[in-house]
């Protein structure tokens, strides 16, 4: 029979990030407390005509495993980005959902 990890989530997570980490950290039997998740996204090198420019994304949160606490950062760059392009919320969801993988690894790997 596997352990349970219990999760202990803030404010600053939805419920689609809260069933990502619950699923991602399914069968390790430990008790976590996920905080602060924040995303952030920044144009770059914005084209004369603007319509091209670079989006540097974001992203932070921490954590407690028994006594002690981290923070997780990381950044991404999507390169030629365009102002008027309907793929852009899907692009931004399919970073945002890069990062909270790589944040749940980092926290897999260790507790």
Do not use: P
Not at 1 to 23: A, G, I, N, P, V
Request: aromatic letters at 14%; one cysteine or more; hydrophobic letters at 30%.
């Amino acid at each position: 029979m596997k352990d349970f990890t219990t999760l202990k989530f803030d404010s600053s997570f939805s419920s689609s990030d809260k069933f990502f980490f619950t699923e991602c950290l399914y069968g390790k039997s430990s008790e976590y407390s996920l905080q602060n998740l924040t995303f952030k996204s920044v144009a770059e090198n914005i084209t004369s005509e603007g319509l091209e420019f670079n989006t540097r994304y974001l992203g932070s949160m921490e954590y407690e495993a028994g006594s002690d606490s981290f923070l997780l950062e990381t950044m991404r760059i999507n390169t030629t980005n365009y102002i008027s392009s309907n793929m852009a919320k899907e692009e931004q969801n399919r970073i945002k959902e890069d990062m909270l993988y790589e944040f749940c690894q980092i926290i897999k790997t260790n507790g």
